[in-house]
């Protein structure tokens, strides 16, 4: 458990692949239905390896829904989703859906709060076999992997302070910096800026570009300002289906999307 500072750009298990291209997740006419009504409405979506995207819509546009398909917690009445171009989604178990790379994030964060920060982080560390790791002797690469994700998550001085006293702001990022352990192909992050003051929704904003540097990541958020300031690419969803889909500055000025989505978020 040694804190060895070495700069982030040079661990390779946390710097994917330069050659990675293609489609990182697609689905094809997802319908899911509750008591009649459809949460999904022949959904099509696709996203880039390597893509920072984002996903905003109004309350029931499917959002939620919308991640519970993707990480196989849902089964759509119809539709095809398939992962990194050979994972069939829909025939796969949760779990086994984590080994091979898709890490979510939900909305409260979910720490050991009786350990430290650095014991999170290397707990997180065999999650992906679907082990914990305070169950075993670490990896000898764990200490340097660890260091990385405190350095990027920016909890270096947190390191041994339980997560229990943590910050709301503080908890969010070690719990991307556990996903981060696990080494995600493709990192689901849903509001991750919830209840957080100025100073900590732009450190995430920053931590999120940074993550995207080196997996595929997806965020659903409420937060427009936050949406504005740090997405490049949107999707806008509505009644279970894609609105329309663009850069930030175009969809913000669409007027379906002023009118659905927007308009109602100013309370007009």
Same mark, same amino acid.
């Given at each position: 458990?040694?804190?060895?500072?070495?700069?982030?750009?040079?661990?390779?298990?946390?710097?994917?692949?330069?050659?990675?291209?293609?489609?990182?997740?697609?689905?094809?006419?997802?319908?899911?239905?509750?008591?009649?009504?459809?949460?999904?409405?022949?959904?099509?979506?696709?996203?880039?390896?390597?893509?920072?995207?984002?996903?905003?819509?109004?309350?029931?546009?499917?959002?939620?829904?919308?991640?519970?398909?993707?990480?196989?917690?849902?089964?759509?009445?119809?539709?095809?989703?398939?992962?990194?171009?050979?994972?069939?989604?829909?025939?796969?178990?949760?779990?086994?859906?984590?080994?091979?790379?898709?890490?979510?994030?939900?909305?409260?964060?979910?720490?050991?709060?009786?350990?430290?920060?650095?014991?999170?982080?290397?707990?997180?560390?065999?999650?992906?076999?679907?082990? #914990?790791? =305070?169950?075993?002797?670490? +990896?000898?690469? /764990?200490?340097?992997?660890?260091?990385?994700?405190? @350095? !990027? &998550?920016?909890?270096?001085?947190?390191?041994?302070?339980?997560?229990?006293?943590?910050?709301?702001?503080?908890?969010?990022?070690?719990?991307?910096?556990?996903?981060?352990?696990?080494?995600?192909?493709? #990192?689901? =992050?849903?509001?991750?800026? +919830?209840?957080? /003051?100025?100073?900590?929704?732009?450190?995430?904003? @920053? !931590? &999120?570009?940074?993550?995207?540097?080196?997996?595929?990541?997806?965020?659903?958020?409420?937060?427009?300002?936050?949406?504005?300031?740090?997405?490049?690419?949107?999707?806008?969803?509505?009644?279970?289906?894609?609105?329309?889909?663009?850069?930030? +500055?175009?969809?913000?000025?669409?007027?379906?999307?002023?009118?659905?989505?927007?308009?109602?978020?100013?309370?007009?």
């Amino acid at each position: 458990m040694t804190i060895v500072a070495e700069p982030i750009i040079n661990s390779p298990r946390l710097t994917p692949s330069a050659s990675a291209t293609g489609k990182i997740i697609e689905a094809h006419d997802v319908t899911v239905s509750f008591d009649g009504f459809k949460a999904l409405n022949n959904l099509n979506f696709a996203m880039e390896r390597g893509e920072l995207r984002f996903v905003i819509g109004p309350n029931g546009a499917g959002k939620t829904t919308f991640l519970d398909v993707m990480t196989g917690k849902t089964r759509p009445q119809r539709g095809t989703v398939t992962f990194d171009a050979k994972t069939n989604v829909l025939r796969t178990a949760e779990h086994e859906l984590v080994r091979r790379g898709i890490g979510r994030k939900f909305q409260t964060p979910t720490v050991f709060n009786s350990l430290t920060v650095y014991e999170n982080l290397e707990a997180a560390a065999g999650f992906r076999d679907g082990t #914990l790791g =305070l169950f075993k002797d670490p +990896a000898p690469e /764990t200490d340097d992997k660890v260091n990385s994700v405190l @350095e !990027l &998550v920016g909890l270096w001085e947190r390191a041994f302070v339980r997560a229990g006293i943590l910050s709301h702001g503080e908890k969010q990022w070690l719990e991307i910096g556990m996903l981060l352990m696990q080494e995600p192909k493709l #990192l689901l =992050l849903d509001e991750p800026v +919830a209840g957080m /003051t100025r100073r900590e929704r732009d450190h995430t904003g @920053e !931590l &999120v570009q940074e993550v995207a540097k080196r997996c595929s990541v997806l965020v659903v958020e409420h937060d427009m300002e936050f949406v504005r300031n740090y997405a490049n690419t949107v999707t806008v969803l509505h009644l279970g289906s894609v609105l329309t889909e663009g850069p930030v +500055a175009q969809v913000q000025s669409d007027p379906e999307v002023i009118e659905v989505y927007i308009g109602r978020s100013r309370g007009e």
